[in-house]
């Protein structure tokens, strides 16, 4: 099993209150701090909708361990050397992956050692990226059963909304306003269709149906 907790939120918000007020063409009385609330939420369904972290924030990502060996199940005849079966990298969620700050590995009396982030390479490059063993490193063993390991990162386009991509900018200022003009009625189960229609491409999809397999456990 794992675990993703926020250790620190978006410093802002890829909306501002003035976008939505402008967007919906409201009066200058307009309760500023409702059309904020509805932001948040409207950032917050996109976020989980895609998989993704939009604005910068911490998160430290805890797992159970790292499987040693994988067998796989071969099929037809194997012509080349055998390559190594150990799991060699770990798959961070809420891309995009901006930086790692650490990664600590706890024993059974809940000792924690901080593995050297020489023998780790952090892969941006893919989605979800990844924290990679460099050649000739090895994970560290006899851990404790649960939360053995725990990564703390900085997930993100950047700090700004100006780092967020237009179209999902514009597919929170939609949804924002939407929400605030459909306040006081139930929620909805599904997003717009013309907001999910702009925010597909950026969809985080896994072909597991482990809900806990996209960037939670080891690959």
Same mark, same amino acid.
């Given at each position: ?7 620190? &939120? ?20 307009? #309760?500023?701090?409702?059309? /904020? ?9 996109? /976020? ?5 972290? %939009? ?9 159970? &361990? ?65 924290? %990679?063993?460099? #050649? ?33 900018? %514009? ?40 809900? %806990?397999?996209? &960037?939670?456990?080891?690959?």
């Amino acid at each position: 099993m794992a675990g993703l907790v926020v250790v620190t &939120g978006p410093a802002v918000e890829p909306v501002s209150v003035a976008d939505v007020i402008q967007h919906l063409r409201l009066d200058a009385d307009t #309760n500023e701090d409702e059309v /904020e609330a509805y932001i948040k939420a409207a950032r917050e369904w996109v /976020e989980n909708y895609t998989g993704r972290a %939009f604005i910068n924030r911490t998160l430290r990502l805890s797992i159970d &361990g790292i499987d040693e060996v994988d067998i796989p199940l071969w099929e037809g005849w194997k012509t080349g050397p055998d390559i190594s079966l150990r799991k060699r990298d770990i798959l961070i969620p809420k891309p995009p992956l901006f930086s790692v700050t650490s990664v600590t590995t706890y024993d059974d009396d809940d000792n924690g050692t901080v593995f050297a982030s020489s023998k780790y390479y952090v892969d941006k490059a893919r989605e979800p990226g990844r924290v %990679f063993l460099r #050649n000739g490193e090895v994970w560290p063993t006899a851990l404790r059963v649960s939360n053995a390991v725990e990564i703390v990162y900085v997930a993100g386009y950047g700090t700004t909304a100006g780092a967020v991509p237009a179209s999902v900018v %514009f597919a929170m200022k939609a949804l924002a306003a939407w929400l605030y003009e459909h306040r006081g009625e139930e929620a909805p189960e599904k997003l717009p269709a013309n907001i999910a229609l702009l925010l597909q491409p950026y969809r985080v999809m896994s072909l597991s149906t482990d809900p %806990f397999y996209n &960037g939670y456990r080891a690959a």
